[in-house]
């Protein structure tokens, strides 16, 4: 086998997967999930060999003759997320063998879902902007298709059309960026575009990291483009551990990190981004608290450590978001598809129709509470390491107001994440349904990334060695100097605070209940998600009637009259020259006198 | 002596005929003054520039046509008699746009 | 040469063929139909690189015949496009409306179109021009869906078209005035010679034909009802072929005037086809009528053609040639599936639709791809046109036309997905449960060759775009290296 293409096996074989399924279904459709299955495992064995792959040179194809090389380009940035498709992907499709079994078309979910894994990889491998971008799409365009899966419910299929419309607003953002990008170095490869795009003018490299932040605002559903994303939880729960999770809302943190470069040179912009980070951060977890659906719950919870990542690019801590990107990711999906177990056995995302579920579901209950206690960052598990080393960065660079900011968000982070853990599966039972222990083809996966969430951070070494290795600075530690530094810094102590405070209020929260007593208007605007859905729900209607307005107005008066006064007109015209023609004798006459007068006098003048 | 006044009067008077009279052939006869004021302008005309022979023979192609005019209209009223037995201008109305 | 004659009048020998059919022998009529759009397709793949037919008809006139890249992706998409609509009309048993005279009236529109593709002489490209109108305004009038409205919107469509054309009458018998020929190969070399006031005049006069088939604000109004009053097969070859030729004027006639002259031009056309963007993206929007609401999104997409044009960059310029077969194919198969299920649901308002994917699982497919080729969404084809005349409207200077036609995409996602929302997905009511409908064979056949063609050359656009390239080459406007 050929070394120097395994990145493109690593795409084109679930790109196949996706191609082949249809036609599989057609003839064989029982096979679907196990060949699926087969695929992704096939995928995710080629992406033990990309590590070894970092820093190779490879091959590049003309998509555009004459107009655009594509190829691709092995950093540890680019193959970080890359493989998190590849083997998080496997695992949920290993899940969705049980979770999906009752569906119908299922066809449509697999190849979409094998579609999704090519693009991640396809976009994150990619060498140029011009792939990046339409990968990017790609992306969207799954993620709206698996929203609205199950399209017979209203709910879901709008929800997909609200995720693709508010992610399109940011990826027109990227798309100017990109273009401007080429406008003035006139090529689209990355590695060119950010080394001469040192030399465009303040003001547009302003523009271009404006757009570079819509883009990543849109897809990794940061303030204010938020809004998708909790909706988005109408798909099937493994395609919310692995577009909503791991993978697709990802992509905004990666480009930011990818584009690190160009944004430093625009100094006013980098504040914005740690603003946007540390207040969606504050949002996510604040919504998160007092949601009671509990993949809404964990939507939010997405939305805030995404701003932490954001936050983190933004004060310069690259290796620091995409570490954490790579724990949350691990974490996330695992609470997410522990969700995903609960709600397959008890037909409900309330939480509140919950509890007491630990004595029938301990596997599920146990990795969840590994994967909250990773959210909330307990030391020893990776979140405590990644989120602590984005503490750290803030507090270096000086930013102290998003510091605070972020402080008072894992504040609260480490109160839900007790708080959900707690009503889903301790206490007292409050439903009486039947409930058992999800089979092993869902329980398994959970297994493997609850051990993931305990031990990823120690994979922090290879990670940074390679890191340097490809020419991103960073500092080059392994664990054990990961372990030292971390519990000797001062984000540490910050982190303790936070975590205990946490753990205080989650335990005294019933005593805490007169403070909603004293701001039931807070309260209020906290359950309607601080009114950005209403803000845009009423922008739109704005937009309907405007447009419903210039039709009936301008549309049907305006424009339909002139055509019609231009009939009238020319009828108008015709009927008055009508009466020259009196059909009388006499008036004929007198033309003719008339027009011999003219011309006699036309001659003899 | 000068004959312009003439050829100016026969062709006021038929201008009047033509325009003012309803009868057919009232009208005819304000054509006849016409041609005649015509012929008489160019035979002044002709005697006004010495060249008489060429006066001549145009004068008798303009007499020539005259005649044909006559007897092409003098068809028309008879034709418009036959159908409506009358030759007054005001029942010719079907041309009425 | 003798190629070049028969592409030309086997439209035309066609027709009279067909015509002379007698009225009951309808699927003979189809079939013959059929089979001489099928031979002008497949006679374009065949025809080497670059081919001229020169005869002279004194006083400057001349008719010239001439085949290369441009004309090539001209000929296939007119061809393919009145390949599907008679693929289309074809059915079992065929509407007592499918006459013979139907089918001959498609074959001269398609005559007319092809002549207006190989004419290389003004007057001749003219004379074409007018004949492809005609057998449209006669096929929009008779075979009609509103038989109250159909003399007005006939009767619009006609005079404003025409109103179009005979202004480009005026510019190009200015030309022959001034200049005393209408051979568009002699004129490049003369037009220069020209004061640039003239010039400039004489383009904008010029275009205005195209500005009209293009239905740019605010001569869009007969576009509308034109498409939808009448019925499917017809509004197909009004979206496939007539649409097509619009854009190929474009192409072919902005290298032909001096770049001075044109670049006058190109501020006041940014501006219309950001108005036809954002006013017809608008009317898409809030219309209850799903075939309108089409009608208005290809008002909107004609926007993003003149878009393309009117920034005179190579980038520009290509993005639209590549649209003359992205717009044909991915509007003929939305209308086309949308189509189907407005037949089953015997209703185009978008309030009465509403689940339909269950029930029309290919459609739904098919509506969803065309849909996401309307966007510029990859990995469908309408996704490269859009790009390129993105980068060509970033590449020429002006940002914030620019950005503004970006903006201009959101509206159109908003509509298309809207659309699709209401059409396909949601519940599906009560008294249209049902099983799966298949749609018939023709149908089928048609969608199928649609979504491959979106699909395949959205993934690999290469060999389309070679062809882009070469007729841009030909015209003087290179590309990339």
């Known amino acids: 086998m050929n070394l120097q293409a395994i990145p493109l096996y690593l795409l084109l074989v679930p790109l196949a997967g996706a191609a082949i399924v249809p036609l599989l279904n057609f003839f064989a459709s029982r096979a679907v999930p196990l060949f699926s299955v087969l695929v992704g495992l096939v995928t995710a064995v080629i992406g033990f060999f990309l590590p070894g792959e970092i820093g190779a040179k490879t091959f590049s194809i003309e998509w555009l003759p004459g107009l655009l090389k594509t190829g691709f380009q092995l950093d540890t940035l680019s193959v970080v997320p890359a493989l998190i498709a590849t083997w998080i992907g496997f695992l949920t499709l290993i899940y969705s063998l049980g979770y999906m079994k009752h569906e119908e078309n299922l066809s449509r979910y697999y190849s979409l879902t094998l579609l999704f894994i090519a693009s991640m990889i396809g976009m994150s491998l990619a060498d140029n902007f011009l792939t990046l971008f339409f990968f990017w799409e790609v992306m969207g365009v799954c993620s709206y298709a698996l929203i609205g899966f199950f399209y017979k419910d209203p709910k879901a299929a709008s929800a997909g059309v609200k995720a693709f419309l508010t992610t399109r607003i940011g990826d027109i953002g990227l798309l100017a960026a990109i273009l401007t990008i080429y406008a003035f170095t006139g090529t689209f490869s990355i590695s060119q575009g950010l080394a001469e795009g040192s030399k465009i003018a303040l003001p547009f490299l302003n523009f271009i990291a404006f757009g570079f932040i819509l883009g990543a605002v849109g897809k990794s559903a940061q303030l204010p483009l938020h809004v998708w994303l909790p909706d988005a939880m109408e798909a099937p729960t493994t395609i919310s551990a692995l577009i909503h999770a791991a993978t697709m809302v990802n992509a905004g943190v990666y480009l930011l990190a990818r584009v690190y470069p160009l944004l430093s040179l625009a100094p006013s912009w980098l504040v914005v981004i740690q603003w946007i980070g540390a207040l969606t951060a504050l949002l996510g977890s604040l919504l998160a608290s007092f949601h009671n659906d509990l993949k809404r719950i964990l939507a939010y919870s997405t939305i805030s450590q995404l701003g932490y990542m954001v936050l983190a690019v933004g004060v310069g801590g690259v290796f620091a978001s995409q570490f954490h990107l790579f724990s949350h990711a691990i974490f996330k999906a695992l609470l997410f598809l522990c969700a995903g177990a609960v709600i397959h056995e008890l037909k409900t995302r309330d939480i509140r129709e919950m509890g007491g579920l630990w004595k029938f579901m301990p596997v599920t209950g146990t990795t969840f509470l590994i994967g909250a206690l990773a959210l909330m960052g307990l030391p020893v598990l990776n979140g405590f390491f990644s989120k602590d080393m984005i503490l750290e960065e803030a507090l270096l660079s000086g930013s102290w107001a998003p510091l605070v900011v972020a402080s008072l968000a894992a504040l609260l982070t480490a109160y839900y994440s007790l708080r959900t853990t707690a009503v889903v599966f301790w206490g007292k039972r409050r439903t009486s349904a039947h409930v058992k222990e999800a089979p092993a083809v869902m329980t398994g996966p959970l297994t493997v990334l609850a051990l993931g969430s305990l031990v990823s951070w120690a994979l922090v070494g290879p990670l940074t060695s390679s890191w340097i290795r490809t020419g991103l600075g960073a500092p080059q530690i392994n664990w054990l100097e990961l372990l030292k530094e971390t519990f000797s810094s001062t984000a540490f102590l910050i982190t303790v605070c936070v975590i205990v405070l946490g753990f205080l209020i989650f335990y005294y929260r019933r005593s805490l209940s007169w403070v909603k007593e004293k701001i039931p208007g807070f309260f209020k605007a906290v359950a309607v998600g601080l009114g950005f859905d209403i803000f845009y729900g009423w922008l739109s209607q704005q937009i309907y009637s405007t447009s419903g307005f210039l039709n009936s107005f301008f549309e049907e008066r305006v424009m339909e009259g002139i055509n019609k006064a231009t009939g009238k007109g020319s009828v108008a015209l015709s009927t008055s020259s009508r009466k020259m023609q009196t059909g009388d004798l006499h008036w004929n006459l007198l033309y003719i006198v008339i027009a011999l007068i003219v011309i006699l006098g036309l001659i003899l003048w | ?97 | 040469m003798v190629e070049l004659l028969i592409l030309q009048f086997l439209p035309l020998l066609g027709a009279l063929i067909v015509l002379l059919l007698p009225r009951e022998k309808k699927e003979l009529a189809a079939v013959l139909a059929l089979l001489t759009s099928l031979a002008e397709l497949v006679l374009v793949f065949f025809l080497p690189e670059k081919l001229t037919v020169y005869l002279g008809l004194g006083l400057g006139v001349t008719m010239v015949l001439a085949f290369d890249q441009l004309t090539a992706i001209a000929l296939i998409t007119l061809s393919g496009a009145s390949v599907f609509s008679i693929l289309y009309s074809l059915r079992k048993p065929l509407g007592h409306e499918r006459t013979p005279s139907f089918y001959s009236l498609i074959l001269l529109v398609l005559f007319g179109t092809v002549g207006v593709s190989l004419a290389r002489d003004l007057i001749q490209f003219y004379v074409f021009w007018e004949t492809m109108l005609i057998p449209a305004w006669a096929l929009v009038v008779n075979w009609n869906d509103d038989p109250q409205k159909v003399r007005y919107t006939g009767l619009k469509f006609f005079i404003i078209t025409h109103i179009g054309a005979v202004l480009t009458l005026i510019s190009i018998l200015w030309i022959y005035s001034l200049l005393g020929t209408t051979n568009m190969f002699v004129l490049q070399g003369l037009l220069p010679g020209l004061p640039l006031s003239t010039l400039i005049a004489m383009a904008a006069l010029f275009f205005m034909a195209f500005i009209v088939k293009l239905a740019i604000f605010p001569f869009h109004t007969w576009l509308p009802d034109a498409y939808t009053t009448s019925s499917m097969p017809v509004t197909l070859v009004l979206v496939g072929m007539m649409t097509a030729v619009g854009i190929y004027g474009f192409a072919r006639f902005i290298p032909f005037f001096p770049r001075e002259a044109v670049s006058q031009l190109s501020l006041p056309f940014l501006i219309a086809s950001l108005v036809n963007m954002f006013y017809g993206g608008a009317m898409a929007l809030q219309e209850k009528n799903v075939k309108r609401l089409i009608a208005y999104s290809s008002m909107s997409q004609m926007g993003y053609v003149l878009f393309g044009f009117a920034t005179l960059v190579p980038l520009g310029i290509s993005g639209s040639v590549f649209n003359i077969v992205n717009q044909a194919v991915t509007k003929l198969v939305l209308f086309t599936s949308v189509g189907l299920v407005a037949e089953s649901a015997s209703t185009w308002r978008i309030d009465e639709l509403g689940g339909w994917a269950k029930r029309h699982p290919f459609a739904a497919v098919c509506a969803s791809a065309s849909m996401l080729s309307l966007l510029g969404a990859p990995p469908v084809l309408g996704f490269w046109p859009e790009f390129l005349t993105f980068s060509g409207g970033f590449s020429f200077g002006n940002y914030v036309v620019a950005s503004l036609a970006l903006v201009g995409s959101v509206l159109t996602a908003a509509y298309g997905l809207r659309l699709v929302r209401f059409v396909f997905f949601g519940p599906l009511r009560k008294e249209n449960e049902g099983p799966v409908i298949r749609p018939s064979w023709n149908a089928s056949l048609a969608l199928a060759a649609g979504l491959l063609i979106l699909i395949v050359f959205g993934i690999y656009p290469a060999p389309a775009f070679q062809l882009v390239r070469g007729a841009l080459n030909l015209l003087g406007i290179p590309i990339g290296g």
């Open chain 2, 1 to 97: 002596m000068n004959l312009w006044p003439f050829v100016f009067v026969l062709f006021a008077l038929g201008i009047f005929c033509l325009l003012t009279r309803r009868n057919l052939i009232k009208i005819l006869i304000g054509l006849e003054l016409l041609s005649k004021g015509a012929t008489l302008a160019l035979i002044w005309s002709g005697i006004l520039r010495n060249s008489l022979s060429y006066t001549q023979s145009l004068t008798v192609i303009a007499i020539a046509i005259e005649v044909m005019v006559v007897a092409v209209f003098l068809a028309l009223v008879y034709a418009f008699h036959e159908k409506s037995s009358s030759l007054d201008t005001d029942d010719m109305k079907r041309l009425k746009g």
